[in-house]
């Protein structure tokens, strides 16, 4: 027993132990108070801490209503960041560039279209941009045998891309690598293709990717070498395999049609192609022309002169232009499409032979009105 709690005569004195008992229930009261309301303060600092340090930021999963997000070529983090508040996809700049600084992989994100979610947590934006899965591939698709019109118009309706600017790019021959034998022709050089297309669209860039695609056919098939065997020069070639994608798009033909080009002119017959007639007019509706369109005096009116227009009058494929250096050896001199859901097409050496074809055609279009 402690001597404080003894009296002058050596027994307890139950006093001291009460004052004492009081006193230390009080500090342990104090004590309790103090902690207690410490755990308040923390409680209540540690949420004002967590407010502040999400302020900017969204928690969790986001909302799961989709959005898409352009990104342009050479956009910085906090432009990009701009971009994605502007979109509802994250809080703030602040948090996106954050995140991006962060994860050492700022220099990683890419320009072009994006599938995202509304409010997202900045991080978990940041990784979706870096997700190949996430990127929208932007692309056009131009048919074999497409005139370089009507390639313009598949680039205004597909990639919304207004007519004066393809029309202004066009025009800036020099900017496009074109082959020596082409003579400025930018018309038989758009190769026909599906591209994948870079955000915005840019009408320069597309065409000059159709310019390089033809001319990496062209080598690979040795166009300029099998024009000279042939004895005409490349863009007669290409001209040529313009008039084949026109005429026929079904590819076993194609020879077939290219071996009657060669023959006429090699007879020195007029080809009287309708597609050249149609290309003069820049009319592209019906298969078939009047008397009144085929006596147009225009150069690429094959009615009208004799031999080849002087360049292509459409956007050759691979099979066009294979079947331009490589003809089908036939003495066919004529040819008519009499059907024109199957496509197919008859041939013939003589002007009866192709009368009789060219009635089985008429009955088609007598059974299928306003086709023709």
């Known amino acids: 027993m402690s001597p404080a709690f003894i009296d002058n ?79 509802g996809v994250v809080k703030s700049i602040k948090a996106f560039r954050k995140a991006a600084q962060e994860s050492g992989e700022s220099d990683q994100l890419s320009y072009g279209r994006f599938n995202l979610t509304k409010e997202l947590p900045a991080q978990t934006a940041f990784e979706m941009l870096l997700d190949p899965e996430n990127m929208v591939v932007l692309t056009v698709t131009f048919p074999e045998g497409t005139p370089n019109s009507q390639q313009w118009d598949i680039i205004t309706r597909d990639l919304e891309v207004p ?26 050089f758009l190769f026909p293709s599906t591209y994948n297309v870079a955000e915005p669209p840019n009408p320069s860039w597309i065409m000059a990717s159709q310019v390089r695609q033809f001319k990496t056919v062209a080598e690979r098939l040795s166009l300029e070498g099998r024009a000279e065997e042939l004895g005409y020069t490349p863009l007669e070639v290409v001209t040529i395999a313009s008039i084949v ?32 007639v149609h290309y003069a007019l820049g009319k592209y509706g019906k298969v078939t022309t009047t008397a009144e369109d085929r006596a147009n005096p225009s150069p690429y009116n094959t009615y ?9 009058i459409s956007n050759p494929g691979l099979t066009a232009l294979e079947a331009a250096i490589t ?37 088609w279009c007598q059974a299928n009105t306003g086709r023709c």
Do not use: C
């Open 9 to 87: 005569d050596g027994r307890l004195d139950w006093r001291k132990v009460g004052y004492h008992a009081r006193s230390a229930f009080a500090v342990l009261l104090s004590l309790s108070i103090i902690i207690g309301g410490g755990w308040f303060v923390y409680d209540r600092a540690n949420d004002a801490y967590v407010a502040w340090r999400t302020a900017d930021d969204y928690a969790g999963e986001g909302t799961g209503e989709e959005v898409q997000v352009l990104i342009p070529r050479g956009a910085g983090v906090n432009q990009i960041g701009d971009i994605l508040v502007e979109a």
């Open 327 to 363: 003809p089908a050896t036939t003495d066919a001199l004529f040819f008519v499409t009499v059907d024109l859901d199957t496509g197919e097409t008859r041939f013939a050496a003589t002007a009866e032979e192709h009368a009789a074809n060219v009635a089985l055609f008429q009955q």
């Open 245 to 276: 994608a026109r005429e026929v798009s079904t590819p076993t033909d194609q020879p077939m049609v290219a071996g009657v080009i060669y023959n006429r002119l090699a007879q020195g017959m007029k080809l009287q192609m309708d597609s050249t």
């Open 304 to 312: 009208y002169h004799e031999g080849l227009p002087p360049a292509p």
């Open 163 to 188: 007519a004066d600017a393809i029309a202004a790019a066009a025009a800036n021959i020099d900017y496009f690598d074109l082959p020596e034998y082409a003579e400025g022709n930018l018309e038989g």
